[in-house]
């Protein structure tokens, strides 16, 4: 269906991008979750050969220019990989985010251009040990020496903790001040002094992608790794809404499209009581739930892709398109898998099929990148702050009513203290 909305040169993109899904060893993916593998750089590189990392960032720095909605169509073909290659993927698109708009020309050439060549893998240090969603909460501490900035903390769940060459670490600059004004974001190499990756976590899914814990001791910072402003953090945070959970949800699309062709495939060929499995609704129903999940998540998604892009009518707006999006296709992606391995029965419950490993990754989905449930606290802020500055357009229909004006006005009543009788 979406072949009627995409370009000839989207439609070129994504057949380079098939190309690179199709290059990736087997063997790497079953080494990646046998936790053989540690960080897959030769995927990066091969991504980074073909120009295909960093899509929308300008040319100079290694990127082509391209748009949210040309993201998303690779992302989803790098989802078909499953979770831990979509994963870091992904990242060089969040990270290059904060780079890209709000990191100076030094540090776009230091670390974004060679991140986008794939000499460099980057991470994100954000979740710290005592909570992800309270994120400025932070309790990692930055103060500035001189020309240094001294950090000390710890944060985990990292992915590429194991593997990156650099994170880009918040910390509290101004642990007095209002939340939102309270964090900076820095460049941090790994190989600096006081760095150190204390355990990389034993995952259920989402293996070989490095994560884990980083202590900060007393890490010396220049101060030209400063991102933005020393207080820029929440301003940063804000936008990094939108690659986080972009990616996330493009990425659940493919992981989702991977475990409903496996289905639909196995029910075509699988016979039970004499005919294919697929001619019984307890087996076709579950396929066409899955149909409509995964088409309707890929139309959010990809509006929100354009929405982004556009800039749409406010920040508030893309914050909660982005974010309807993020919990939509992760929990749609997630049934729709659950669906897979009902209708394969028994063997897709063993590693016969890959729908158990694509299982285990997508349950990671739905809480990262910020839980669903805050996923819902977003959307219905966002939408009562956008419905309720803008006043009634159109049509009032709550004035369509059956009751006298007079008598319905008297009915109405919003207020807790006892009403008077009249």
């Known amino acids: 269906m979406f072949e009627a909305v995409i370009t000839e040169k ?3 993109l994504r057949a380079e991008a098939r190309d690179l899904v199709k290059s990736v060893p087997r063997q790497l993916l079953a080494d990646m979750d046998a936790d053989k593998v540690i960080y897959p750089k030769e995927f990066l590189h091969s991504a980074a050969e073909r120009n295909l990392l960093g899509l929308r960032f300008p040319q100079r720095y290694g990127g082509r220019g391209l748009k949210w909605e040309d993201d998303v169509i690779v992302e989803e073909e790098v989802g078909l990989l499953g979770m831990p290659l979509s994963c870091q993927y992904a990242l060089v698109s969040i990270c290059g985010e904060a780079l890209d708009v709000f990191g100076s020309e030094e540090q776009k050439m230091k670390y974004l251009k060679p991140t ?5 893998c980057c991470a994100e240090a954000l979740t710290e040990p005592r909570g992800g969603s309270d994120f400025f909460g932070a309790t990692t501490i930055a103060h500035r020496e001189g020309d240094h900035y001294v950090l000390r903390g710890q944060k985990r769940f990292i992915v590429g903790a194991e593997g990156a060459d650099y994170f880009l670490a918040y910390a509290k600059t101004r642990p007095d001040a209002p939340s939102h ?3 900076g974001m820095f460049i941090v190499d790994r190989k600096s002094e006081g760095v150190e990756v204390k355990h990389v976590y034993g995952l259920m899914g ?3 992608n490095g994560t884990g814990r980083l202590l900060f001791r007393d890490v010396r910072v220049p101060v030209e790794n400063l991102v933005d402003e020393e207080n820029a953090g929440g301003k940063i945070f804000y936008r990094m809404m939108i690659p986080e959970r972009l990616t996330s949800a493009a990425g659940c699309l493919g992981i989702a499209r991977a475990a409903l062709e496996i289905a639909t495939r196995y029910s075509d060929k699988r016979e039970a009581f004499g005919q294919k499995i697929r001619n019984f609704e307890a087996v076709s129903f579950k396929i066409a739930d899955s149909i409509i999940k995964l088409d309707a998540a890929r139309a959010l998604v990809y509006i929100t892709a354009r929405a982004a892009d556009e800039g749409v009518d406010t920040a508030g707006k893309v914050r909660r398109l982005v974010s309807e999006s993020k919990r939509f296709a992760t929990e749609s992606c997630w049934e729709i898998i659950n669906n897979a391995m009902q209708v394969l029965g028994g063997i897709g419950y063993t590693n016969v099929y890959p729908v158990e490993r694509l299982l285990r990754d997508a349950r990671l989905a739905l809480m990262w990148t910020g839980s669903n449930e805050v996923m819902n606290l977003i959307i219905q802020h966002e939408y009562y702050k956008e419905l ?3 006043g009634i357009e159109g049509r009032d229909i709550e004035a369509d009513i059956s009751l006298a004006e007079a008598e319905a006005a008297e ?12």
Do not use: D
């Not at 986008?116 to 460099?120: A, F, S």
């Not at 009915?411 to 009249?422: F, L």
């Open 181 to 183: 004004e309270s964090l």
């Open 206 to 208: 989402t293996r070989g």
């Open 10 to 12: 989207q439609r070129k």
């Open 388 to 390: 309720l500055a803008k």
């Open 411 to 422: 009915e109405k009543v919003y207020e807790s203290e006892p009403v008077p009788v009249p």
């Open 116 to 120: 986008v060549k794939g000499e460099l």
